[in-house]
């Protein structure tokens, strides 16, 4: 098992920054892949961006590129997103979640809320 705690949400003006940082803990595989994912109020969960453990290549979402960075510390078995140039729109619920590419995203944080003012 797997236990993902997130941090770092809280509420900005439009143009801020924000950090987000995921501890995880337990039986954790340098394939594994940390994913960030978002919900805003009556949408769908959308995924953010992701970075394998082993290697550190990223991906991102096309309406986040550019201005989000993901990162880890695996000494702190800790991924951060750093938020760049917010938006009212990047207000959502943020979730860590990682998982092997066989099982998919296996295992969840219980999510951050970021909310942006403009």
């Known amino acids: 098992q797997v236990q993902l705690v997130e941090s770092g949400g809280g509420l900005v003006q439009a143009g801020g920054s924000l950090r987000l940082s995921c501890a995880a803990s337990?039986?954790?595989?340098?394939?594994?892949?940390m994913g960030w994912f978002r919900q805003a109020p009556g949408k769908e969960r959308e995924f953010v961006a992701a970075?394998?453990?082993?290697?550190?290549?990223?991906s991102y979402a096309d309406s986040v590129k550019g201005r989000f960075a993901v990162s880890r510390d695996n000494a702190k078995n800790t991924v951060y997103l750093q938020m760049y140039s917010l938006k009212p729109e990047d207000t959502a619920v943020y979730y860590c979640?990682?998982?092997?590419?066989?099982?998919?995203?296996?295992?969840w944080g219980q999510g951050t809320q970021v909310t942006v003012s403009s």
């Open positions: 979640a990682t998982g092997s590419d066989l099982t998919g995203y296996k295992f």
């Open positions: 337990g039986r954790m595989f340098s394939s594994y892949v």
């Open positions: 970075i394998r453990w082993s290697g550190g290549s990223t």
